[in-house]
């Protein structure tokens, strides 16, 4: 299955998640996603809560979160056997940490609001043990049964977890579940969680059943605000599952990270395993996985939602001059994209084509950008380089864009204003930017003498101010070399002196 990202780059996990905006963020400010398994109830598959089996997750599966789904109210729970399934948990947890990956505490109820005062003190406990790990998230409400009430039932229950949380633990992340089996998002962005930072909500998600109008819903809930985690799903068991492919290349570009319904060897679609093998400390080979479990590594392995490390060299847009083709709003303004900021964004009007350039004040040489779309993002674009802001150049293009983060290297380049020029919107909505960077040396080319290396433009022959040196720009020159650099004495009398050389040094 190929999947959308917006980059190439390693999947290793690190440092602190937040909230900012509607991602999940690291601790640069840039939105990742992750790619992992969701355990089975731990009454019920407690066999694989060890730390085997997370190892050879990692290790096989290249998995970057797993899910501690402990049972709390169905037979032999948590309710009937609290030490018990606590136990099993931890055991994931420090395992998972051990590991370096993210691990979700998930109290996995349909009626948590009946065990109220048992989840506080659980979630008081993993907070006093856990809340100073990064790799810790909480869940604090698996999927409230049918057409239970947001505002009257769950989003109350969901508050009182949150405040003994974070009264122990103020920003590790905090997932909360929503009604209908954790699928009215939609709910969830109307009425808000407020007054606590680091909240997200989940979205379950079945292939077989949940199409795009369930990905319709997430697409609003995000746009009004929220920020999204698909802490379980499952495909349809299929070898051939086009569904489960349009779901991944929907997370991806949302930077939506996702959990696998199931580490387990039960008979249904959605295990990971043949039915009844028990084999519990991983090791399995490709005939031990069922279709669910093939398809899912596959997954694992090759996605990409962890952000590039940064260009190298200085983000030369930082606070400059902008201008912009549109805007949608009075506060969606150009300059919000340079601000270094991933809670403000520029924004454009509902068309194409659109456009946004960034003023760096003067030449510099620049060799990347790096555009941090929000939700609403270009699916055509070219990054184009201008001396004047009149005539543009392209050092970039594409008609694949999918939003995300995409970093795009470039040969080195003079320019001082730097644009990205949308012809294509891959939304219905506009051209949305939380960051718009370019990458390239601090210094800038002087159109004056000066003891650097010198850059020749246009001219066959360019002197260095101290008259030792000569630079022959042999597409000029007619000159056999490539870049060819030599003493005035080994030159001179080659070439005519006698006409105007621009002169451009590179300091």
Not at 163 to 169: P, V
Not at 410 to 424: E, H, K, L, N, P
């Amino acid at each position: 299955m190929a999947l959308m990202s917006s980059a190439s780059y390693s999947a290793t996990p690190a440092g602190p998640l937040s909230v900012s905006g509607n991602k999940i963020v690291n601790q640069s400010g840039e939105p990742v996603s992750f790619a992992g398994m969701s355990f089975f109830w731990s009454n019920w598959a407690g066999g694989y809560y060890n730390a085997d089996c997370v190892n050879w997750l990692v290790q096989d599966w290249q998995v970057t979160i797993v899910r501690a789904a402990m049972g709390v109210e169905e037979n032999g729970g948590y309710i009937d056997e609290p030490t018990r399934e606590k136990n099993k948990v931890i055991s994931l947890v420090d395992a998972a940490i051990n590991a370096g990956i993210y691990v979700i505490i998930d109290w996995h109820s349909h009626n948590a609001e009946d065990y109220q005062s048992q989840a506080i003190g659980f979630f008081q406990e993993m907070a006093t043990t856990y809340g100073g790990y990064d790799n810790v998230i909480y869940e604090i409400y698996n999927e409230p049964w049918g057409s239970k009430s947001w505002s009257g039932t769950v989003k109350p229950y969901s508050e009182a977890v949150i405040a003994a949380i974070r009264a122990i633990d103020p920003d590790n992340l905090i997932i909360v579940g929503s009604p209908e089996w954790s699928q009215r998002v939609d709910l969830c962005a109307a009425d808000p969680i407020t007054g606590y930072s680091n909240l997200a909500y989940t979205v379950h998600f079945y292939s077989a059943n949940h199409k795009q109008w369930l990905r319709d819903r997430c697409t609003s809930a995000m746009n009004a605000g929220i920020a999204l985690m698909a802490t379980e799903w499952g495909a349809t068991g299929q070898s051939s599952d086009p569904e489960t492919a349009i779901w991944m290349n929907y997370l991806a570009s949302k930077d939506i990270s996702h959990c696998n319904w199931s580490v387990n060897d039960k008979d249904e679609p959605w295990s990971c395993l043949d039915p009844g093998i028990e084999m519990y400390n991983g090791g399995w080979s490709a005939s031990d996985l069922s279709n669910s479990g093939t398809l899912v590594r596959e997954i694992c392995r090759t996605w990409e939602g962890i952000p590039p490390p940064q260009p190298e060299g200085d983000n030369l847009a930082l606070n400059q001059p902008t201008a912009c083709s549109s805007t949608e709003s009075g506060s969606y303004w150009p300059e919000n994209a340079v601000d270094g900021s991933t809670s403000t964004r520029w924004s454009s009007e509902f068309s194409d084509p659109q456009w946004i350039y960034v003023d760096l004040g003067e030449d510099y040489t620049i060799h990347a950008v790096r555009l941090n779309w929000e939700a609403a993002y270009g699916s055509e674009y070219k990054i184009q380089v201008s001396d004047d802001a009149s005539d543009w150049t392209d050092v970039y293009s594409t008609s694949s864009g999918n939003g995300g983060i995409d970093q795009i290297d470039f040969a080195d380049t003079r320019a001082r204003y730097v644009r990205m020029y949308g012809s294509q919107r891959g939304t219905p909505w506009g051209y949305s930017l939380w960051e718009f960077g370019v990458y390239g040396s601090a210094g800038a080319y002087q159109e004056s003498e000066g003891a650097c290396v010198m850059e020749a433009e246009n001219a066959a022959v360019n002197q260095r101010s101290d008259s030792l040196y000569w630079y022959i720009d042999t597409a000029n020159s007619g000159y056999a070399g490539d870049g060819y650099m030599t003493t005035q004495d080994n030159v001179a009398g080659a070439f005519d002196w006698s006409g105007a050389c621009e002169l451009a040094w590179r300091c």
